[in-house]
């Protein structure tokens, strides 16, 4: 359960009205934003009631002994504010509704008093010349938490003596590396205030604004894309209202989409062109209410670390169900079954592949920011290629600066985004059929992924850092137990484990091809194996690598190619081998949303085997087929898919179990 503990400041006694302080206020707005568990510290000598449990405390070094008391009591986060804060309960909730994974602080221009930081990509690195300044509220993530058990501040000292509980607890938090969001409320006033005139002056600001006006127009994002930006959010303002005003939350509205998206899915199954029509207009609606979920989440801040993890989930899950159904459509419709599947399972493996890049490639940015941030001043790019990186870079966001200008959205269009993806398959479906939707897709996807790569390599060798060395480095890349027989590498060299699952995923690809291409079984099985070889090879050895935040990409081209070429090779049913290579994709998006979101639900991965063991059970009964009965590769991977959804359904509904009953206690 999340604790909300108050710092000592002489401006919490300041009397707003008669019988309301500063203190008293804030202490209202932290229990309405849902955390009931409230302690304020107080000086000796201090004889002021408040309705929370109090502890008297010398000084800062007091203070931080009682927050590491407090903050490792129990489980949940720890929320930590000054008790001389004046803001909106908005302003509150933004950061006490933040139920994921992350650590943040409160940030604004409006105090001209605070302290200055520096905020890059969202993200609090440090003291700096401002313009943003520090709110006096922040947030510890349990999972943070964690990580500072052994390394808690000792002392509140800052650089000229004077001591700040508040600060060194932020300064922790960047000496452990741990990337902390700057949580903002743009137009809404707060301060920490000195006296009741601030105050009141204060929330004389913030309440002149027109409060539901402003969560509306913020619940909009403001850098959608082009498609969502013109055809969908431009009207569903007035859905969100009406969706708040009956009361309903945003996972029910992830549910409709869900539904409608899966009524396209069987429309275009069927392969009755004439009702394609109907099955373009369900995709459209789907996508819309896919919008409204989140934007209805902001409006009335009704988050949720499985309502973001479900809205993750259930994009990919849409989407890689209306790519089968367009499959089934086109062989409906007279095309070859190879072809029409293939080309749904080339689409869907891409896909994968493109979003755990993406993944990846901004780890490695939040990375390179606060390391940079702790290194006060990064290591100069070295050689030709780092330095185009960083120009890239600069070039990169002067254009995402220019927004809504035509450069602006030819960038963010370029790379395919879902509701472009989702239009050029409705329009192309109804248009030409869905042989030719998921063609025209596939083209685009690859071409997005060519202009991606190209700039993303570049630009990390000007980042200069490794994404993936992390403690936890075996879960994302989802080894399983099979990772850890697997001897360190005697291969030294920071580019070893990125070279390895290169060579590992031209081999797949080739295994692919060869089954393809009806080759001899042994090509393909032989291929596979290799893929396999080579990229478990490096499992245990550091990834160090400027390039190895493409290694979890690779590792899923990796699997998904050696089944897909073993399921080729043996015959197995087209449907079910989408089936498993879909569940499978699934089954890894849990990881993506763990780190994009910064939330899942799933506390434990070894049931699901690894992708190694995956691996070698498809190859092994594609072999078995191969050589006795060709239905067994088909009973094979529908066990196997029918286990890792039952795998993954289970640690969902366990996992969910349980934040549930935390969040009741």
């Known amino acids: ?110 105090d001209p008093t605070a302290a200055p930081v520096n905020v890059e990509r969202g993200l609090v690195t440090g003291p700096g010349p401002g313009p943003v300044r520090l709110g006096g509220l922040l947030k510890v993530s349990a999972a943070h938490l964690a990580r500072l058990r ?46 009741p005139d601030e105050a009141r002056e204060t929330i004389a600001a913030f309440e002149a604004v027109d409060m539901d006006a402003w969560r509306l127009k913020n619940a909009i994002k403001h850098d959608d894309d082009f498609f969502a930006t013109y055809a969908v959010s431009t009207w569903t303002p007035k859905l969100v209202k009406l969706a708040a005003r009956l009361g309903w939350t945003p996972t029910p509205i992830t549910w409709v989409s869900i539904a409608l998206a899966v009524g396209a899915a069987a429309i275009f199954a069927t392969g009755w062109s004439w009702w394609y029509l109907a099955a373009a207009a369900l995709m459209y609606f789907s996508f819309v209410f896919d919008c409204v979920d989140g934007q209805l989440a902001r409006y009335t801040q009704n ?13 990919r899950s849409k989407e890689f169900l209306i790519y089968a159904g367009l499959a089934a459509g086109a062989v409906a419709g007279g095309a070859g079954a190879p072809a029409a599947w293939g080309l749904a399972i080339a689409a869907m493996a891409t896909q994968t ?24 001043e990064s290591a100069p790019p070295v050689g030709r290629a780092a330095h185009l990186g960083r120009r890239l870079g600069s070039a990169s966001e002067q254009v995402m600066g220019a927004h809504r200008t035509p450069l602006y959205w030819a960038k963010r269009t370029i790379v395919a985004p879902v509701g472009e993806r989702w239009l050029l398959l409705a329009v192309a479906a109804v248009a030409f059929g869905p042989q030719i939707a998921i063609t025209a897709l596939l083209v685009w996807q690859l071409l997005a992924l060519g202009y991606t790569t190209a700039g993303r390599t570049l630009r990390s060798l000007a980042a200069r850092t490794a994404a993936l060395r992390r403690p936890d480095r075996s879960a994302h890349r989802d080894d399983g137990p099979l990772g850890k027989l697997v001897p360190r590498s005697p291969v030294g060299g920071d580019m070893t484990p990125f070279a390895a699952t290169a060579a590992a995923v031209l081999a797949s690809g080739a295994a692919v091809l060869a089954a393809a291409l009806g080759t001899p079984p042994w090509v393909p099985f032989g291929l596979a194996g290799l893929a396999i070889v080579l990229a478990a090879s490096v499992a245990r050895t550091d990834h160090e690598g400027l390039l190895d935040w493409f290694i979890p990409a690779g590792l899923r081209a990796v699997e998904l190619g050696a089944i897909a070429a073993a399921g080729i090779a043996a015959g197995v049913s087209w449907p079910v081998l989408y089936t498993l290579l879909t569940v499978i994709a699934l089954y890894f998006y849990d990881l993506a949303a763990g780190l994009d979101k910064a939330a899942s639900p799933v506390a434990r991965r070894d049931l699901g085997l690894g992708w190694p063991a995956r691996s070698i059970i498809a190859i092994a009964a594609a072999a078995i087929a191969v050589a006795t009965e060709p239905s067994v590769a088909t009973v094979v991977y529908g066990v196997l898919a029918v286990y890792v959804a039952g795998v993954f359904v289970g640690a969902v509904v366990t996992g969910t179990i349980r934040a549930a009953r935390e969040a009741a206690a």
């Not at 979003?355 to 941030?373: C, E, G, I, M, S």
């Open 1 to 110: 359960m999340s604790r909300a503990v108050i710092l000592p400041a002489p401006g919490g006694h300041a009397e707003i009205t008669e019988d309301t302080t500063v203190l008293d206020r804030l202490i209202a707005q932290i229990r309405e934003a849902g955390c009931d568990d409230v302690t304020v510290l107080t000086r000796p000598g201090t004889d002021r009631p408040v309705k929370a449990a109090q502890l008297e405390s010398a000084d800062a070094n007091a203070d931080l002994r009682h927050l590491g008391d407090l903050a490792f009591a129990g489980g949940g986060a720890l929320f930590v504010a000054c008790a001389d804060l004046v803001a909106s309960q908005t302003t509150v909730a933004a950061v006490l509704s933040d139920s994921s994974r992350r650590s943040g602080v409160l940030v604004g221009g409006d």
């Open 150 to 195: 052994r390394h808690w501040p000792r002392r509140a000292s800052a650089p000229d003596g004077t001591g700040d509980a508040f600060a060194s607890m932020l300064a922790a938090l960047h000496a452990r590396a741990i990337p902390v969001n700057a949580y903002r409320t743009a137009g809404l006033e707060h301060r920490q205030v000195d006296n």
């Open 303 to 315: 988050f949720s670390s499985f309502g973001g993890w479900l809205d993750m989930m259930a994009d």
């Open 353 to 376: 592949i493109r979003h755990t890049a993406d993944t990846w490639y901004a780890v490695l940015l939040d990375t390179a920011v606060v390391r940079q941030a702790r290194m006060r």
